[in-house]
């Protein structure tokens, strides 16, 4: 007989619509991740995704990053709230909010986030349209860990996008974020488990060194995603 998994404890961090929040939330309703939310913060009081979360049944908060005199004051109030949970993981979803080497180290091993690239390639901003500048014949996201240094931490998972030769930021973006709404949960769902580890040489999963991340498979779903 299988060992039911108990559930981890998650606290959500968005700025915005919260697409890759919802998707998490669809993951666990189906029970494809072990994983419980037990707040969903934004420093945004007008992100879309807080009231998605509100009619989902989800705690939900606001740290207004405006309120604040500096990074430092904001950084430390938003750990005070999330240390109120206990997270074992904390979920970057489309946070747009550059953080403190002293939070980020505080949560080291713990503070996961979603980036649309194929790190280490395109760190930082407006990928889509530095990779069709490149002509690139492939993009993607990544799930990662972070550290300090900018979209440099440890790559757990990642899956690879297609360009195609009509794409436009927009379009590619589109089937960008499709792919990131399988990535996310299936990430989380490694992690969630107990099946990988951070350490300083690097991540471990199931015991044994991770020598690249993990290549979630593109999809035909994902492929006839466009906009207009």
Sequence with gaps: MKQKIAPRCAVVLISGRGSNLEAIVEAID???????????????????????????????????????ADRAAFDAALARLIDFYSPDVVVLAGFMRMLTPEFVNHYLGRLVNIHPSLLPAYKGLKTHERALHDKAKVHGASVHFVTPDLDG????????????????????????????????????????????????????????????????????????????
């Design 30 to 68: 189906k029970q494809a991740l072990p994983l419980r939310i037990s707040a969903v913060i934004s420093n945004r009081p007008d992100a879309a995704g807080l009231t998605y979360a509100q009619h989902a049944g989800l705690k939900t908060h606001v740290v207004d990053h405006t309120h604040y």
């Design 153 to 228: 931490g440890p790559v757990l998972m990642q899956v690879r996008v297609p360009v195609q030769p009509n794409d436009t930021p927009q379009s590619l973006a589109a089937r960008v974020l499709a792919a990131e709404h399988r990535l996310y949960p299936a990430a989380l769902a490694l992690i969630a488990a107990g099946r990988v580890e951070f350490a300083a040489d690097g991540l471990r999963v199931d015991n044994a060194p991770l020598a690249a991340p993990v290549d979630l498979p593109y999809t035909v779903e994902d492929a006839s995603i466009h906009t207009e």
